[in-house]
């Protein structure tokens, strides 16, 4: 069946390292998105992706990193300049044709900071 | 003040109850949405909605474009029905309300 697909689903890093958490999707969409979400608070946008090789800055990109080498794959780096990591965070992709801005998420990684 | 403001923030209600979650917006949109986030943290979309009422099985979403506001019904909840309900606007890109989360007892 068509989704999409993140892991690992929880994960624990120790401060100063960096993380990647992994994102794919087989639903051909073109737009690819990482969210954040923290306690309280609606989802906010770290990077999107409309095209392979191309990707843009959300509200929050500071301390993160993103690559699109692939149509499916669009993994988030969360590096040691990024302050508060601990969050839960979500991939998600849509048609990009489409302008009412569906979205077909993942099921999220949990991570950690020790 | 965010632009998608969902109230309550925290709903518990007995099964077999009719519950209404709110979403107010402060801007324009070409769409709004609900989805549900299970305790998993996964999200679904429940409804996309430009204009008037939708409804599936026994959930009712509806939408006033003029008072910029929306509503998800959910008539006689059931305790599956626990879960992060999140109201998000589409103008020109996302914007998400904090989330309803709803606890029905049986």
């Known amino acids: 069946d068509g989704g999409i697909t993140q892991s690992p689903k929880y994960l624990f890093r120790k401060e100063g390292q960096n993380v990647t958490l992994s994102c794919e999707q087989n639903?051909?969409?073109?737009?690819m998105y990482w969210y954040r979400q923290d306690p309280g608070q609606g989802l906010r946008l770290i990077y999107y992706?409309?095209?392979?090789?191309?990707?843009q800055k959300g509200d929050i990109a500071e301390g993160y990193s993103v690559s699109r080498e692939k149509k499916e794959s669009f993994p988030l780096t969360v590096t040691s300049a990024q302050k508060n990591p601990t969050a839960f965070y979500l991939c998600?992709?849509?048609?990009?044709?489409?302008?009412?801005?569906?979205?077909?998420f993942g099921e999220g990684s949990r991570l950690t900071v020790l | 003040k965010n632009e998608v403001e969902q109230s309550p923030q925290n709903l518990t209600a007995q099964e077999g109850e009719f519950i209404t979650i709110n979403c107010s917006y402060s801007?324009?949109?070409?769409?709004l949405h609900w989805l549900q986030q299970h305790p998993g943290g996964g999200i679904v979309s429940l409804f996309m909605?430009?204009?008037g009422k939708k409804k599936h099985g026994r959930l009712i979403a509806t939408i006033n474009i003029q008072e910029k506001h929306s509503s998800l019904h959910i008539t006689a909840s059931h305790p599956r029905d626990s879960a992060v309900y999140i109201c998000?606007?589409?103008?020109?890109?996302?914007?998400f309300g904090a989330g309803t989360r709803l606890t029905v007892k049986p």
């Open positions: 998600a992709s849509s048609i990009l044709t489409a302008n009412t801005g569906e979205l077909f």
């Open positions: 639903l051909n969409h073109d737009a």
């Open positions: 992706s409309q095209i392979v090789n191309d990707f």
């Open positions: 801007v324009g949109i070409s769409a």
């Open positions: 909605l430009s204009s």
């Open positions: 998000a606007v589409n103008n020109n890109d996302m914007r």
